[in-house]
């Protein structure tokens, strides 16, 4: 059993600032990848944004690039999206996302519950 809780989200006014944070439990002892992904209503999700854990290599949506900035605590099995002059159409649930699994055979996609931003004009 592998849980993703997420934190950070909530209501912010556009230009501002919000900083969410994922970490994962259970049964997941190898992660190649952690990342963000966001569905606004009516859209498929998207990614935001992806960090592989063994040399930090980052990945961003064209949206995002220059606001938004992906980190990980390999310690803690965290990653966090740290989100800067938010636009009204960064307004989505944003879910974690986590590839790993038990060890490096088994290797899976696992999602968090979502948590919602919400930026007002």
């Known amino acids: 059993q592998v849980q993703l809780v997420e934190s950070g989200g909530g209501l912010v006014q556009a230009g501002g600032s919000l900083r969410l944070s994922c970490s994962a439990s259970?049964?997941?002892?190898?992660?190649?990848?952690m990342g963000w992904y966001r569905q606004a209503p009516g859209k498929e999700r998207e990614l935001v944004a992806s960090?592989?854990?063994?040399?930090?290599?980052?990945n961003y949506a064209d949206s995002v690039k220059g606001r938004f900035t992906v980190s990980r605590d390999l310690a803690k099995n965290s990653v966090y999206l740290q989100m800067n002059r938010l636009k009204p159409e960064d307004t989505a649930v944003y879910y974690c996302?986590?590839?790993?699994?038990?060890?490096?055979?088994?290797?899976?996609?696992?999602w968090g519950q979502g948590t919602q931003v919400t930026v007002s004009s």
């Open positions: 996302n986590t590839i790993g699994g038990r060890d490096s055979r088994y290797i899976y996609s696992y």
């Open positions: 259970g049964s997941i002892f190898v992660i190649n990848a």
């Open positions: 960090i592989t854990t063994d040399d930090g290599t980052t």
